[in-house]
């Protein structure tokens, strides 16, 4: 079993910045696949950034590219979202995600029931 806590959300105001971070338990953590997906008000959760067990590989969804930067810790079992350039529509209850992803194309990354644990969301808010 593995858990994810999410942590460093909050109320920033629009170009600002914020970095998110999810602590995993276990050192299986550690080969795992870690992705962020975001939920706003009334929408459905959807792909933000994934990074691939071993660091080698991130992938972002496009409204985020450029300004979002998902990273690993040093310890491995821990990840970083840097969120730059942070607009309204950023707006959102962000989860943190593992998964089982290995030599797997780009898309799975992205698709939320590829992913085996889900921490309990961070929400950030973007005021304008």
């Known amino acids: 079993q593995v858990q994810l806590v999410e942590s460093g959300g909050g109320l920033v105001q629009a170009g600002g910045s914020l970095r998110l971070s999810c602590a995993t338990s276990?050192?299986?953590?550690?080969?795992?696949?870690m992705g962020w997906f975001r939920q706003a008000p009334g929408k459905e959760r959807e792909f933000v950034a994934a990074?691939?067990?071993?660091?080698?590989?991130?992938y972002y969804a496009d409204s985020v590219n450029g300004r979002f930067t998902i990273s690993r810790g040093n310890a491995k079992n821990t990840v970083h979202l840097q969120m730059n350039s942070l607009k309204p529509e950023d707006t959102a209850v962000y989860y943190c995600?593992?998964?089982?992803?290995?030599?797997?194309?780009?898309?799975?990354?992205?698709?939320?029931?590829?992913?085996?644990?889900w921490g309990q969301g961070t929400q950030v808010t973007v005021s304008s």
């Open positions: 276990g050192r299986t953590a550690i080969s795992y696949a």
């Open positions: 995600a593992a998964g089982r992803i290995y030599s797997s194309p780009a898309h799975h990354y992205r698709q939320a029931p590829q992913y085996d644990y």
């Open positions: 990074i691939t067990w071993n660091g080698d590989s991130t």
